[in-house]
């Protein structure tokens, strides 16, 4: 009998259009996320589960699963959601979808930060509500990226491609901080610094890391006033990398000048946060990689994934712990 596969959502069709050439696959048929309990319930008895970000996958979902489990593809690149460890107990194999949205993050980083620095929400909002009375040699201005100082904390894939988009800016300065210093950072001169030093000289500070134990809550008041007061501030990695009840103060007490956000705490942030009365934060809903040919590629790769695992073969991008 074919294997069975169980997907968390509706997702673009490549992925389960391939999963169906082999298995016999359920589908939780909604753009809206699954419950919990219905989770638990609907993956009883699988061999391969397709989920996402917004899945919880720890020990209660693999013993809801049970021993037929051999692998898990979540459709992201992210896998802070998945206790790899509980997974590795269990012989569980997880991937992943590295590469194929790298580019779309990138573009969405720099989207962020240019809508942040030059205040296109403060822009949009005056042109709308009428409060744009004429042309003003000191309104709405920012810091442009000509000469600046780009700081990147986490110079993997990401990182590494939001640099390279930058460079035409005519940024002077890269300059990062990882657990190790990147090869691939020197063929566009980046410098490998201490954290402090990155978070002191950047004009632009670009979080691009993981979120794991180092990282959680790192971007927090200490950091904060550690950087510039004119500095802009982007996250597009997790919202748990950052303190957001310190961010909030930073901003409104100008240790920061702005921020930029694709990621928050929780998600969706509620309407009643204080940071969307901010004009200096601009928030957007966890975008980065939507574009259609990500999504499509990350769907595919999530499929081909969950495939190999499902006969024992090499997982195309695999994680383990
Ligand atoms: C998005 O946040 C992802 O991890 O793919
Ligand atoms: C701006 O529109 C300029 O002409 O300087």
Known sequence: TPPKVFITRRVPDRGPALLKSECTVTQWDSDEPISREELLSKVQ?????????????????????????????????????VDLVACAERGVKVGFTPNVLTSAVAELTVSLLLATSRRLKEGIRAVENGSWGTWKPMWLCGPGL????????????????VARCLQPFGVARFVYS?????????????????????IASADFLLACCALTSETKGMFNMDLFKKMKNT?????????????????????VSGEIAAAGLDVTTPEPLP????????????????????????????SELTAKNILAGLKGQTIPSEITA
């Open 231 to 251: 500095a802009v501030f982007i996250n597009t990695s997790r919202g748990g990398v950052v303190q957001q009840d310190d961010l909030y103060k930073a901003l």
């Open 178 to 198: 990882d657990f190790d210093e990147q090869p691939k950072a020197r063929d566009i001169g980046a410098e490998f610094l201490p954290l402090d030093e990155v």
């Open 45 to 81: 008895g699988v061999d391969g589960l397709f989920c996402l970000l917004t899945e919880k996958i720890d020990a209660e979902l693999l013993d809801a699963a049970g021993p037929n489990l051999k692998v898990v593809g979540t459709m992201s690149v992210g896998y802070d959601h």
């Open 146 to 161: 000509d000469g600046s100082t780009v700081g990147i904390i986490g110079m993997g894939r990401i990182g590494m491609a």
């Open 271 to 298: 309407t009643n946060s204080p940071l969307l009365k901010l004009d200096n934060c601009v928030i957007l809903p966890h975008i980065a990689s939507a574009t259609h040919k990500a999504r499509s590629a990350m």
